[in-house]
């Protein structure tokens, strides 16, 4: 059974910065394409971030410049570093996974099969 398992969310003023983590277990991470979304209240859940097997990273338009993805396959986890926080970022992010080794469409949430329970990030101005 795959699980992944998010944490690292907070409470952080505008302009400040956190790291989210997921870490998976039943599955290697160096078998999957990962990536990060978010749902804000009242709005779709939106991409954020995704990074394929080999490392290579892609970003939504609204955080490029200021997040980095990661993975760390020997501790089985992907990152999320957040720099210069906006009121904006505030959601429940959530970190997403497939096996496909090729996803075109990585913005698309029906790309992954396994999802994870979510993190909150609150950026208070």
């Known amino acids: 059974q795959v699980n992944l398992a998010e944490s690292g969310g907070d409470s952080v003023q505008a302009g400040g910065s956190l790291r989210l983590s997921c870490t998976a277990s039943?599955?290697?991470?160096?078998?999957?394409?990962m990536a990060w979304f978010r749902r804000a209240p009242g709005k779709e859940r939106e991409a954020v971030a995704g990074i394929d097997l080999g490392g290579r990273t892609s970003y939504a338009g609204s955080v490029k410049g200021r997040v980095t993805c990661s993975k760390d396959n020997a501790e089985n986890t992907l990152y999320l570093q957040m720099n210069t926080l906006q009121t904006e970022d505030s959601a429940i992010y959530y970190c997403?996974?497939?096996?496909?080794?090729?996803?075109?469409?990585?913005?698309?949430?029906?790309?992954?099969?396994?999802w994870g329970q979510g993190t909150q990030v609150i950026v208070s101005a």
């Open positions: 997403a996974a497939t096996t496909k080794t090729w996803v075109p469409g990585w913005t698309d949430v029906n790309e992954y099969i396994y």
């Open positions: 039943g599955i290697g991470t160096r078998r999957l394409y």
